[in-house]
């Protein structure tokens, strides 16, 4: 089936370590997107990629690294830095930037 | 910068009330609008898109929403709700094929 994965659903760390979480897609398509989403905040934009090799910061980028190495994939690093990680982590693609972007079914982060 | 509003944060209604939710954004330039649907435990999923042509433009489940390039509005309409709409709604902008931006949702809920 074609469409947007993310592993683990649930995802438990201790304070001070860096996790990564996964996100791939086998629909082919140019941009992926991470989203942070918290109750009464709405989605805020994380990181973005256009394409392979390249991606800008969001709105709420700081404690939080990607990479984009292969079109399929583009895992989030949520690193020690960032200073309220939990969270439910939301990753989307679309075929380019600025067409409608289809979503994965989330990573639910819990930092303790 | 860019930004979306949504200035109903939670609505209630009763089975077969017309609804309407409002979303504004700041960006004088061209755009592409989306109304996204969460329902509980499920996925973001597309309601309906504006990119061009007609202002009033029809998604799924009876669902139609209305630009107003001079209102820098994009309100989402559905003439008689149902439990089954039960959901959180965001309204989100791609400004001249930028970064996808999300408003902070509409928490709707609908009973019998």
């Known amino acids: 089936d074609g469409g947007i994965t993310q592993s683990p659903k649930y995802l438990f760390r201790k304070e001070g370590q860096n996790v990564t979480l996964s996100c791939e897609q086998n629909?082919?398509?140019?941009?992926m997107y991470w989203y942070r989403q918290d109750p009464g905040q709405g989605l805020r934009l994380i990181y973005y990629s256009q394409i392979v090799n390249d991606f800008q910061k969001g709105d709420i980028a700081e404690g939080y690294s990607v990479s984009r190495e292969k079109k399929e994939s583009f895992p989030l690093t949520v690193t020690s830095a960032q200073k309220n990680p939990t969270a439910f982590y939301l990753c989307?693609?679309?075929?380019?930037?600025?067409?409608?972007?289809?979503f994965g079914q989330g990573t639910r982060l819990t930092v303790v | 910068a860019q930004s979306v509003s949504q200035h109903n944060h939670h609505v209630i209604l009763s089975e077969a009330a017309s609804l309407e939710l409002g979303c504004n954004y700041s960006?004088?330039?061209?755009?592409?609008l989306f109304w996204y649907v969460q329902y509980p435990g499920q996925h973001l999923q597309l309601l309906l898109k504006y990119f061009s042509g007609d202002p009033l433009v029809k998604g799924i489940k009876g669902f139609e929403a209305e630009f107003i390039k001079s209102k820098f509005s994009f309100n989402l309409r559905k003439p008689s709700v149902q439990w089954s709409d039960t959901a959180e709604y965001f309204c989100?902008?791609?400004?001249?094929?930028?970064?996808?931006?999300f408003g902070t949702g509409t928490r709707l809920q609908v009973f019998p």
């Open positions: 989100a902008v791609n400004a001249n094929t930028d970064k996808l931006i």
């Open positions: 960006y004088g330039g061209t755009v592409n």
């Open positions: 989307a693609s679309s075929i380019r930037q600025g067409t409608e972007a289809f």
């Open positions: 629909l082919n398509h140019d941009a």
